[in-house]
T-cell receptor, first 116, second 112 residues
């Protein structure tokens, strides 16, 4: 079974530029998550989708971050404009559904972003 | 608020040593508790979990027991291998449908 795919793996941009990350979850997984992992910290949830609807985006900085999950499969996370403090690893994860399966999340390898 | 505190790393051990990584939590409800592992260059993987008090999660020789009286979920392994070198994250979900909350992670180095 293929895992969660993310691209690109690495990205270097200058502040005020924009950047987009792509995630393809495990086939059949209804729930998709985006996390931000700053160096030395644990992952922090940015946004959670159930199919193509947003379940939780309370920690997403909506003035610069946006995410979409059209057709309930792939997802894109965008930052516009980027700030220095956005330098982090952006992790995508997916899970089958809520309920008893909600806890088992499968993570992609992440996209490492460096903002100069 | 709900939170997870785990011991700071890096932790360096020799192969076949006994491992303990401490994790304590603060939660108002009855959380589910998890250990995730991140091997170099890979994404996080669920290592083990426990969903109620006194449950013991186990996988790949690792164990952790959900201790409500001490609000702890310490990770243990009797004999570590070089291949166990990774970053370990303790995490909790406060209540069903809440978001998962991760600790800061503990980097483990195992020397041959």
């Amino acid at each position: 079974e293929a895992g969660v795919a993310q691209s690109p793996r690495y990205k270097i941009i200058e502040k005020r530029q924009s950047v987009a990350f792509w995630c393809n979850p495990i086939s059949g997984h209804a729930t998709l998550y985006w996390y931000q992992q700053i160096l030395g910290q644990g992952p922090k949830l940015l946004i959670q989708f159930q199919n193509n609807g947003v379940v939780d985006d309370s920690q997403l900085p909506k003035d610069r971050f946006s995410a979409e999950r059209l057709k309930g499969v792939d997802s894109t996370l965008k930052i516009q404009p980027a700030k220095l403090e956005d330098s982090a690893v952006y992790l995508c994860a997916s899970s089958l559904d809520f309920g008893e399966f909600q806890e088992t999340q499968y993570f992609g390898p992440g996209t490492r972003l460096l903002v100069l | 608020g709900d939170s997870v505190t785990q011991m700071e790393g890096p932790v360096t051990l020799s192969e076949e040593a006994f491992l303990t990584i401490n994790c304590t939590y603060t939660a108002t409800g009855y959380p589910s508790l998890f250990w995730y592992v991140q091997y170099p260059g890979e994404g996080l993987q669920l290592l083990l979990k426990a969903t109620k008090a006194d449950d013991k999660g186990s996988n790949k020789g690792f164990e952790a027991t959900y201790r409500k009286e001490t609000t702890s979920f310490h990770l243990e392994k009797g004999s570590v291998q070089v291949s166990d070198s990774a970053v370990y994250f303790c995490a909790l979900i406060p209540n069903r449908d809440d978001k998962i909350i991760f600790g800061k992670g503990t980097r483990l180095h195992i020397l041959p």
